[in-house]
């Protein structure tokens, strides 16, 4: 049974940092592309950043293009996303899952996501 559990969120002040983690099993986690994604209150599921399955490549959304970096420990079994200078509009729930070339992921079962709150 495939398990995605994400954990690090939390309030911060604008230009703050916190570091998301995405823990995984159920599944051959070093087969899969893995990708961040966050949904504001009111706003559709969007995808951040997405790390490849083993050489590690990556690409971010132009949102946050600059102050958040994606990695991945295959060995652990988990992904992890850096988010430095902290703006509001980052504020949403967080979630990963292993996305589909078309734009869809390939686990219809989501976590329970970790919020994160950019306030002062």
């Known amino acids: 049974q495939v398990q995605l559990v994400e954990s690090g969120g939390g309030l911060v002040q604008p230009g703050g940092s916190l570091r998301l983690s995405c823990a995984a099993s159920?599944?051959?986690?070093?087969?899969?592309?893995m990708s961040w994604y966050r949904q504001a209150p009111g706003k559709e599921r969007e995808s951040v950043a997405r790390i490849t399955s083993t050489t590690g490549l990556t690409n971010y959304a132009d949102s946050v293009k600059g102050r958040f970096t994606i990695s991945r420990d295959n060995a652990k079994n988990t992904m992890y996303l850096q988010m430095n200078s902290l703006k509001p509009e980052d504020t949403a729930v967080y979630y990963c899952?292993?996305?589909?070339?078309?734009?869809?992921?390939?686990?219809?079962?989501w976590g329970q996501g970790t919020q994160v709150t950019v306030s002062s």
């Open positions: 159920g599944f051959t986690f070093s087969n899969y592309a």
């Open positions: 899952n292993a996305p589909r070339p078309d734009g869809s992921t390939y686990f219809d079962r």
